[in-house]
């Protein structure tokens, strides 16, 4: 099973700041990694695809990076609204795998 | 407008079964394989079950392997989740996404498992 590790856990962030979740994967992936966040008693929405393909929708402070084991979430320029928990997650070998999660928060 | 609307959960004894039901509309549902991810109160994202766009190819967590069944229906455009022999452990809302990426989820049904 692959393990995916992300870190922090929490992150306390000012507005207009830029914040970087990094998700480490137990072996290599390749760039099948996504990432999600979810906001208090809401679904997951998917945030970016494939490491860093961009989706429909999503503000473009938000991006990723990252192939083989370590990724990263960035997002510039923090918004209130984007207060959440942020996933990311391997499709690349079964059984599929999520990282435990980071929370942001807006102080 | 792609929507996938979850139902069929509620609160069950140990031991016992459910059977959740995922309605997709506004794609092709035959093109597309699913998942099924849940989540415990308060806890992160845990996958339980892939099935090909054919239902062909079906996949488990081992934590559910033996006791669920991943389905589908094509032609009603509808995707189930079969859980027997439910344990407290199995308390989670459950979701349907779609796609190797869940590019889109349902609302969630819950399932709580108590006596």
């Known amino acids: 099973e692959i393990v995916l590790t992300q870190s922090p856990d929490f992150q306390s962030v000012t507005p207009k700041e830029k914040v970087t979740i990094t998700c480490r994967a137990s072996?290599?992936?390749?760039?099948?990694l996504h990432w999600y966040q979810q906001k208090p008693d809401q679904s997951p929405k998917l945030l970016i695809k494939?490491?860093?393909q961009s989706i429909s929708g999503v503000p473009s402070r938000f991006s990723g990076s990252g192939s083989g084991t370590d990724f990263t979430l960035t997002i510039n320029s923090l918004e209130a609204e984007d207060a959440a928990a942020y996933y990311c997650?391997?499709?690349?070998?079964?059984?599929?795998?999520f990282g435990g999660g980071t929370k942001v928060e807006i102080k | 407008e792609v929507q996938l609307v979850e139902s069929g959960g509620g609160l069950v004894q140990p031991g016992g079964s459910l059977r959740l039901s995922c309605a997709a509309s506004?794609?092709?549902?035959?093109?597309?394989?699913m998942n099924w991810v849940r989540q415990a109160p308060g806890k992160g994202l845990d996958w339980v079950s892939y099935?090909?766009?054919?239902?062909?190819?079906?996949y488990y967590a081992d934590s559910v392997k033996g006791r669920f069944t991943i389905s589908r229906d094509n032609a009603k455009n509808s995707l189930y989740l079969q859980m027997n022999s439910l344990r407290a452990e199995d308390t989670a809302l459950y979701y349907c996404?779609?796609?190797?990426?869940?590019?889109?989820w349902g609302q969630g049904t819950l399932v709580t498992v108590s006596s």
């Open positions: 996404a779609r796609g190797y990426s869940n590019d889109y």
């Open positions: 506004g794609f092709t549902f035959s093109s597309y394989e």
């Open positions: 099935i090909s766009s054919s239902g062909s190819t079906i």
């Open positions: 072996q290599s992936i390749g760039t099948s």
């Open positions: 494939y490491a860093s």
């Open positions: 997650h391997q499709s690349s070998s079964f059984p599929l795998t």
